[in-house]
T-cell receptor
Framework: SQQGEEDPQALSIQEGENATMNCSYK?????LQWYRQNSGRGLVHLIL???NEREKHSGRLRVTLDTSKKSSSLLITASRAADTASYFC???????????WGAGTKLIIKP | DAGVIQSPRHEVTEMGQEVTLRCKPI?????LFWYRQTMMRGLELLIY????????DSGMPEDRFSAKMPNASFSTLKIQPSEPRDSAVYFC?????????????FGQGTRLTVV
């Protein structure tokens, strides 16, 4: 079953612009993770934010988490053509160790 | 470590045939997941093993699907008999589950086409 819902479903921007993707979920969580999937490849972990954290940075990535709204956002600054991929959020619930996945946002960076 | 290794990368088979997908998780990881990804349904968890024991197989579509993990370094997903609607990319992922914060490492996937 899918808990996370990303929006938008697809996003196309110019290289150098910032890209923002959102994820909403339904139940309480231990943490929320973002993954990237390049075409024809497996998913790659980008960043994890715990339920007691509000913001986290990793290089050009910035993730926020609002547990009151059950939502998260992923910001990619100064986008590059290589950022073209699908981005998925996944939530880990209490004592479960399983990840519940959203449907993904397809990001296209135009050179 | 070479990461999660799946084989084969591509499989084309005829309807009714048996298909076996294989996965070697990262050494030391104690959890293993089989996922199926299609355009229509997205990423679906089929089955989850912890310490080689199936914990949740509620995502397995029907009795035609079975999965085993005979030891910590090998798992198989079998479809018998296969049907065209089983065509999808099947991913294996592994993780080290020790408290919260379980990053999953994915293999490259097996693209299955049933004709």
């Amino acid at each position: 079953s899918q808990q996370g819902e990303e929006d938008p479903q697809a996003l196309s921007i110019q290289e150098g612009e910032n890209a923002t993707m959102n994820c909403s979920y339904k139940t309480s969580i231990n943490n929320l993770q973002w993954y990237r999937q390049n075409s024809g490849r497996g998913l790659v972990h980008l960043i994890l934010i715990r339920s007691n954290e509000r913001e986290k940075h990793s290089g050009r990535l910035r993730v926020t988490l609002d547990t009151s709204k059950k939502s998260s956002s992923l910001l990619i600054t100064a986008s590059r053509a290589a950022d073209t991929a699908s981005y998925f959020c996944a939530t880990e619930r209490d004592s479960n160790y399983q990840l519940i996945w959203g449907a993904g946002t397809k990001l296209i960076i135009k050179p | 470590d070479a990461g999660v290794i799946q084989s084969p990368r591509h499989e084309v088979t005829e309807m009714g045939q048996e298909v076996t997908l294989r996965c070697k998780p990262i050494s030391g990881h104690n959890s293993l997941f089989w996922y199926r990804q299609t355009m229509m349904r997205g990423l679906e968890l089929l089955i989850y093993f912890n310490n080689n024991v199936p914990i949740d197989d509620s995502g397995m579509p029907e009795d035609r699907f079975s999965a085993k993990m005979p030891n910590a370094s090998f798992s198989t997903l079998k479809i018998q008999p296969s049907e065209p609607r089983d065509s999808a990319v099947y991913f294996c992922a592994s993780s080290f589950s020790m408290g919260a914060g379980t990053e999953a490492f994915f293999g490259q996937g097996t693209r299955l086409t049933v004709v």
